[in-house]
């Protein structure tokens, strides 16, 4: 999964003292003006109003500018003209240096993707696709288990904004992609925008077949061809395609969408899709702070997940779970988990019916917020499955080339593993990143943390922290053309340390040692504590400082060098501490017994400062 | 942001509608500016492509891609009847015969000689587009579609499954938390849409898809209840293409809740009046909501000045608060604090005070409540 950097076409002619970025997302445009503030670029402020791609606005623009006139009231500064942002900042004070934005408005870049095999050259494809920020409506390959007529009538009813189609190394058979190819053509398939507009295939397979797969689609559709995805079977290139896609979302789906002609104009560099952006973001936080990343963005529609891993941080995959989310789709979280999975997080009785109607009315009114301490606890519980849910999708798309064969030397003889390994080492993961409504701006901090150790389960040693205020995309396009700016905003603005998980792995029972930590603080004060099965704890470290921690585990219990390994760390502090979760790991495991699991939850969330005294005091008279 | 809150739904006894009638892909209209219409009314028309299908004619004669070109009968371009041979082939001095007989009415719309499968495709399918509401022609997008004008009452649900249809409103509730059950429709319902106050139950919808009975609007549904019409869940809020006989608008939301008045008595007065109305609702980018609209009805009451909710909220603007714990419930707004306040959840949010029917004062996030616009 070698991931090409964004080539950034435009090149800085000038100093740069002030950013000014939006991301035009599909219910709000959020804009922030950085700022160079003595060597040091911050974040000044930041202004936010509804996004005008629908009717009756139907122009991006008024609510871009809308977001920075809020910029204009807080700084007193002025940085719009009738012809859009003032660039560069002018010598009475006006204007900015740069400005750049990102957009997902109008429902983002919705792709479909084909390839010939369904684990291979179609799998790329989907990674081409996520990686530069797209949702994949579906995924279309020779043995998808689907007739070919079932597989034309997909194609019709889906109307995609591209179509990405894989197949074939170089120089093999050419017959399959071009079946593929075919099926296209007799679905003839239309554009979401733009009626009467082509839709753009990009061709990235088997470059033998390029003269046929023109012959079969260049008269139906508006044809691009790179470079093969899968050139040999033991590599993949996703760099061309993903270059491509970029290209034709500015070219087709930015200029198709309502008013984006000027806000294009607006900008030097190209608008790139918010997840893409994201994801920058996320591969620059995994190399500046040397760690691999997880991060996730939980919206009101979607999840996105992204992950960084590998030696050289070369392994970044992200995935969208399209129906995974806290408003629009919450009642497929309840379709998908079960109620009986989201009622395991909930410390008290709900009639099942009520919490039903309940989760459905989210759905309607997507707009409201808890109002009641019971609201907001059945809130953060669907969160968990949402997340949850978002992470195994994750998981089984974030793996190596499948069906390969693979050069092995005789000292690996032994040691034989199977194609398509996942990438996700949980207990190599260096940092958990949250982002989104439901953990940006969860009232206590501590609610983000046990949302996502609930959900994510990291094991060993993670840091965690939250995107303050999701400025991620803004960071991720900046990056592209200074990246010092992107990285300083990203480090001292952006993420709110949380604190440092450790998490044992290992099989207990309740009230067996897991693990007896040393903590040494800067000023010399020393700490010791001991961690026993089925608790979780927070020894305090704040944010900005760090502590050295000595860890030693239970004999059945591994922080990472092996069962009963010592190590000593040195943990980051954040609004939490350090988090001694000694809950379970592989397995973790609620009790089935509602009343001893409503206690076990009560007694977690009491000790961890989850929620106000007063609500746990009636938790545990309720029970 | 500036405004906090969620934009009330429209309930107005009378206001102009347009609506955008658009092709799926470009075509003829048939109507010109100024013209009037009706419901049903074909104002454009397309022709889809139609369905195709691939068969392997060099698998199924056993023979290579390539040669597939010279057994074809029937040539690309050429036109097809169900059961016509389209390939013929024969080997060993005539002894082994193979033919591939086309399975539909259409054309030949390729022949491959790289993957040996020959593409047939039905004939066009056409594509037209009603008017769906009575009205005029306000303007044509050529080649697209039109907007058609119509000045009525208008209301708007939260809620809805199924698409467009037209009926005569029949108002069975007789309040506003009036449970709209089986005993209430009657035969005689067929084809009207029936109008229920707190609940339309699972029975009753029952009776409505037996009966006939167009659309049924109530205050709300409980969720099972929808499942079981449905005959499966909705995971995500984009409705509208439901195959369900009757069309379902819910104005408030899930479970039982009293139906505001002013939807109600609105309602009630429009009894007897024919309504189009649509279940689609879509709530990401883009909202739509299902929606009640009765050309030409002529006013009742004195119009209320529609600039008043232009501004957003102000003491004495009535609202509905939608969620817990004073869910369902309609009010009055009192205060509107402008700096941000602590809630039980801890959160700092924009708040308002409102006074609710039993005269008490309640704290709620402005977030939670909507403007019952007119």
């Not at chain 1, 002609?261 to 994801?279: C, D, Q, R, S």
């Not at chain 2, 002894?95 to 491959?112: A, N, Q, R, T």
Request: proline share 5%; with cysteine.
């Amino acid at each position: 999964m070698s991931e090409t950097k964004h080539e950034a076409k435009f090149q800085l002619d000038r100093e740069i003292n002030s950013i000014l970025a939006t991301d035009c997302g599909s219910t709000t445009t959020k804009a922030i003006l950085i700022e160079k503030v003595g060597d040091e670029y911050r974040l000044i402020h930041r202004g936010e109003a509804p996004t005008t791609v629908e009717a009756p606005f139907e122009d991006v623009t008024a609510g871009a500018r809308n977001a920075i006139r809020e910029l204009e009231e807080l700084t007193g500064k002025k940085f719009l003209s009738d012809e859009g942002v003032i660039t560069p900042r002018q010598p009475d004070g006006s204007g900015v240096d740069i400005f750049l934005s990102t957009s997902s408005a109008g429902g983002g870049l919705q792709m479909m993707v084909a390839g010939v095999i369904k684990i291979m050259t179609a799998e790329s494809a989907q990674r081409a696709a996520l990686g530069a920020g797209a949702i994949v409506m579906d995924t279309i390959s020779i043995d998808d288990g689907r007739l070919p007529h079932q597989k034309i009538q997909r194609i019709r009813h889906l109307r995609p904004d591209m179509i990405l189609l894989s197949g074939g190394i170089d120089g093999g058979t050419i017959t399959h992609v071009a079946q593929i190819a075919e099926l296209i053509s007799a679905a003839e398939p239309k554009p979401r925008l733009g009626i009467g507009f082509k839709l753009p295939v990009i061709y990235a397979g088997n470059t033998a077949a390029r003269k046929y797969i023109k012959d079969i689609l260049s008269e139906k559709t508006d044809l691009r061809e790179v470079d093969n995805l899968r050139p040999v079977l033991e590599k993949e290139v996703l760099g061309p395609a993903r270059e491509e896609i970029h290209n034709l979302f500015m070219e087709h789906v930015m200029a198709q969408a309502p008013g984006y002609n000027k806000l294009m104009k607006w900008t030097p560099v190209p608008i790139m899709p918010t997840p893409g952006a994201v994801g920058l973001g996320m591969q620059n936080a995994a190399r500046e702070h040397n760690m691999s990343v997880i991060g996730v963005d939980i919206g009101g529609a979607t999840t996105d997940v992204f992950s960084v891993f590998g030696d050289d941080f070369e392994l970044f995959n992200r995935t969208v779970s399209a129906n995974l989310g806290m408003s629009y789709s919450i009642c497929n979280v309840l379709l998908e988990a079960g109620v009986a999975n989201i009622m395991r997080w909930v410390p008290f009785d709900i009639d099942e019916g009520d919490l039903r109607n309940r989760i459905r009315n989210k759905m309607v009114r997507p707009t409201t917020v808890p109002q009641t301490q019971d609201d907001l606890i059945i809130e953060q519980a669907i969160s968990r499955e949402a997340l949850r849910l978002a992470f195994e999708h994750h998981k089984s798309l974030a793996v190596g080339l499948r069906g390969i064969q693979q050069a092995r030397d005789a000292g690996s003889a032994f040691d034989q593993t199977l194609t398509g390994q996942s990438h996700i080492d949980l207990m190599k993961l260096g940092m958990l990143i949250g982002s989104g409504g439901v953990l940006s701006h969860a009232p206590r901090r501590v609610q983000s943390v046990i949302m996502m150790l609930d959900a994510f389960q990291p094991e060993g040693v993670t840091q965690l922290a939250v995107d303050s205020i999701f400025m991620m995309p803004q960071l991720g396009v900046l990056s592209t053309v200074h990246p010092k700016a992107s990285a300083q905003v990203f480090d001292r603005d952006c993420l709110i340390r949380l604190g440092t998980a450790i998490a044992p792995v290992g099989p207990g029972r309740e009230g067996q040692e897991t693990m007896r930590v040393k903590v040494t603080y800067a000023d010399g004060k020393v700490v010791e504590e001991t961690s026993t099965f089925g608790t979780i704890k927070a020894l305090p470290l704040a944010v900005g400082e760090t502590a050295e921690v000595e860890i030693h585990p239970g004999r059945s219990f591994d922080i990472g060098h092996g069962a009963g390994h010592r190590a000593t760390i040195t943990a980051k502090g954040g609004t939490d501490g350090i988090i001694l979760d000694s809950r379970g790991r592989r397995p973790f495991s609620l009790p089935d017994d509602k009343a001893t699991r409503i206690k076990k939850l009560v007694g977690w969330f009491d000790s961890m400062n989850v929620y106000p005294p007063e609500t746990i005091a009636r938790l545990k008279k309720a029970n | 942001m500036a405004h906090a809150y969620t934009p009330g739904l429209k309930v107005t006894e009378q206001t102009v509608i347009h609506k955008t009638r658009r092709l799926p892909l470009l075509g003829e209209v048939l109507v010109k500016e100024g013209d009037l219409v009706t419901p049903e009314m074909v104002v454009a028309t397309t022709n889809i492509p139609g369905n195709p299908q691939t068969i392997n004619v060099a698998n199924q004669l056993g023979i290579e891609a390539e040669d597939v070109e010279g057994v074809m009968v029937k040539k690309q371009g050429d036109q097809i009847k169900k059961g016509d041979r389209i390939a013929y082939y024969k080997a060993f001095f005539g002894l082994m015969k193979k033919e591939v007989l086309s399975p539909i009415d259409g054309y030949v719309e390729m022949v491959s000689p790289v993957t040996g499968q020959v593409a047939l495709r039905e004939p066009p399918i056409p594509v037209q587009i009603e008017a769906y509401v009575k009205g005029r022609v306000s303007s044509v997008i050529p080649k697209e579609g039109v907007v058609i004008e119509t000045k009525g009452a208008f209301i708007q649900g939260i809620f809805g499954v199924g698409g467009e249809v037209q009926g005569v409103i029949k108002c069975l509730a007789k309040s506003q938390d009036y449970v709209l059950d089986a005993a209430d429709i009657k035969p005689e319902h067929k084809g009207c849409i029936v109008v229920g106050g707190s609940l339309v139950t699972g029975a009753a919808l029952k009776k409505c898809a037996e009966y006939g009975v167009k659309g049924a609007v109530a205050g709300g549904i409980v969720d099972t209840d929808l499942i079981s019409y449905l005959g499966y869940d909705i995971g995500v809020a984009i409705t509208g293409h439901e195959d369900v006989p009757t069309t379902v608008i819910i104005t408030e939301g899930f479970g039982k809740i009293t139906m505001a008045a002013k939807t109600y008595n609105l309602l009630r007065d429009l009894d007897g009046w024919v309504a189009s109305i649509n279940g689609a609702t879509q709530i990401r980018a883009g909202v739509m909501r299902p929606e009640i609209i009765v050309p030409d009805y002529v006013p009742k009451h004195k119009a209320v000045d529609a600039a008043a909710y232009a501004e957003g909220m102000v003491p004495g603007t009535p609202i509905r608060i939608i969620r817990e714990p004073y869910f369902g419930l309609v009010a009055e707004v009192v205060e509107l604090p402008p700096e941000l306040q602590m809630i039980d959840t801890e959160s700092h949010v924009r708040i308002l005070k409102a006074k609710l029917a039993s005269g008490e004062i309640v704290t709620i996030p402005r977030a939670n409540v909507e403007i019952i616009e007119g």
